[in-house]
């Protein structure tokens, strides 16, 4: 595969911009595996492990949506 990135970093933000969208959603219909390193597999264990102990701390998707359009008082 012949890729020239001159190329690429001539092209306007918009087509670059389209060429991350393409391959993203590419990526995203993929069933390829991802690798992920050694360090990024122990952060998610720990992250995982920290919501196991305190399923509090965290918020399901509902209530992030609410945030984010403000619906929630308690969002600040």
Known sequence: MGIDLNELRSLPITEKLRIVELLWDDIGESNEPLPISAWQRE?????RDEMLKNPDMGLDHEQVWKRIRGEDAQAG
């Open 43 to 47: 952060e998610v264990e720990r992250r």
